[in-house]
């Protein structure tokens, strides 16, 4: 099966510093990731979808100039949480879906838990 | 507005046991629906997906989820539970023709005596 993977799975940060999380996908190439965010005992909740080649779109109420998305390349992206503050530790999941495939099909990484002090 | 409900937060089953996790949505037509699992400190596995079709729909570990139009529902059933299977379970929509934009449900913690 298609499988993505995010690194770092965890990180540990100061406040004030900026943390890069990084979304693969190892074999397939995806047009199209998400990026969510999941506080302790919660759902996930959209941030915002990644497509290769072109801006993000966030979803509302997400701070586009906090969370950085880049989606260089088929089977890259990434989030960049600048200048994170204690209020920004969560477990960031991304997923993707294959570029083939139809709607639904969606490979969802292992999480990065961020943890500001 | 689309939601997702998932009414029960917790449920506690004996191993062997039958399993029902609730499900309901409100959407204007009738998504895409899913079922994810998620062990702690993991990322989520698909368990199984409703399209079109066939109501009633397998997915893996011995899961199965009945889609009833008629009460907006894609409740997800084990017949014998298993320790292994203790986890969070998240329901899911996506709009047809709309991507991959997934809803979550809030999640269903169960939880397997032994």
């Known amino acids: 099966g298609a499988v993505v993977s995010q690194h770092p799975s965890w990180v540990i940060c100061k406040s004030g510093t900026s943390v890069k999380i990084e979304c693969r996908s190892l074999?397939?190439?995806?047009?199209?990731m998400f990026w969510y965010r999941q506080f302790p005992k919660q759902s996930l909740m959209l941030m915002a979808t990644?497509?290769?080649?072109?801006?993000?779109?966030?979803e509302q109420g997400v701070e586009k100039d906090k969370f950085l998305i880049n989606h260089a390349s088929l089977t890259l992206s990434t989030l960049t949480v600048t200048s994170a503050h204690p209020e920004d530790s969560s477990f960031y999941i991304c997923?993707?879906?294959?570029?083939?495939?139809?709607?639904?099909?969606?490979?969802f990484g292992e999480g990065s838990r961020l943890t500001v002090l | 507005a689309q939601s997702v409900t998932q009414p029960d937060i917790h449920i506690t089953v004996s191993e062997g046991a039958s399993l029902e996790l609730r499900c309901n949505y409100s959407?204007?037509?009738?998504?895409?629906l899913f079922w994810y699992v998620q062990s702690p400190g993991q990322g989520l596995q698909l368990l199984l997906k409703?399209?079109?079709?066939?109501?009633l729909v397998q997915g893996i570990k011995g899961f199965e989820a009945e889609f009833k139009r008629s009460q907006s529902s894609f409740n997800l059933r084990k017949p014998s539970v298993h320790w292994s299977d203790a986890a969070e379970y998240f329901c899911?929509?996506?709009?047809?023709?709309?991507?991959?934009?997934?809803?979550f449900g809030t999640g269903t913690q169960l939880k397997v005596e032994l």
């Open positions: 899911a929509v996506a709009p047809r023709g709309g991507g991959n934009k997934l809803t």
């Open positions: 997923s993707a879906n294959l570029r083939e495939a139809s709607t639904g099909e969606l490979f």
């Open positions: 074999d397939f190439q995806a047009t199209t």
């Open positions: 990644s497509n290769e080649g072109s801006k993000a779109t966030y």
């Open positions: 959407y204007g037509a009738t998504p895409y």
């Open positions: 409703y399209f079109s079709g066939d109501t």
